[in-house]
């Protein structure tokens, strides 16, 4: 299975981005998927998730500012990001796994990653 992840960019605190995660796998439909960050010097970070029966999942530093949303038809996960933050500065990955899952080590496959950087 193959993740592209797109969408990163250099924005101003406030202001907001779309980043998009395409698998190139058809049973795309039968994963929960996740999107992680990772901060330079950090580990890599639980952001949301949109997990196979429906439900989306949220960490509380973007609860309420992020919004996932998924494709099916078009095996693609959306991280809509609103009211950017500096420390919200990452690399964004998107993984795939199964079960409802916030650790990164449950996750079978990740996209390369895309950069978001935030300026105050």
Known sequence: ??????????????ESLRLSCVASERTFPTYDVGWFRQAPGKDRAFVGGSWYDGTMDYSDSVKGRFTISR??????VYLQMNDLKPEDTAVYYCGLTRGFHREAGRYY????????????
Do not use: E, I, P, R
């Open 1 to 14: 299975v193959q993740l592209q992840a797109s969408g990163g960019g250099l924005v101003q605190a406030g």
């Open 71 to 76: 494709d099916n038809a078009k095996t693609t």
């Open 109 to 120: 496959y990740w996209g390369q990653g895309t950069q978001v950087t935030v300026s105050s």
